[in-house]
């Protein structure tokens, strides 16, 4: 079977990755499934883990923070801010819980605080349109 591209974009890193056969991830309708030739396709993908096998029947894992699937001519792009791959789903699992469970309280931390700021600029600038 002849396979498709999986290329991987982030914003610290890009692969392109030959001879897939099939990709499971998931969106917020479920699980779903693409494989060579498959019709036009695109989805928001989930915190999690997808996984992907490659010709040579091999699976991999790949943990995203949430991305964006458009698969067109055999081709797939997955665009993300981060990601991570590994042959072992248990470490891959392990890291992704550790790691981007961090960097997701993290960016919740910053935009609670963008929201402050902006709440507190907008009182500033409704003090100063009193004055």
Known sequence: ???????????????????VTSFVGEDKSGS?????GHERFMTVLGFGLARVRRTDDQWEYLGFP????????????ISTRRYLRDTDVTRIAGVL?????????????????????EAEM??????????
């Open 1 to 19: 079977m002849s396979g498709f591209t999986l290329n991987l974009l982030a914003t610290d890193r890009s692969e392109c990755i030959d001879g």
């Open 32 to 36: 779903f499934g693409l494989l060579p």
């Open 66 to 77: 949430g991305g964006l699937l458009y698969f067109l001519g055999n081709e797939c792009r």
């Open 97 to 117: 819980s550790r790691e981007m469970l961090e960097e997701e309280r993290a960016l919740d931390e910053t935009r609670h605080k963008l929201h402050r700021l």
């Open 122 to 131: 907008l009182k500033r600038l409704a003090e100063l349109g009193r004055e």
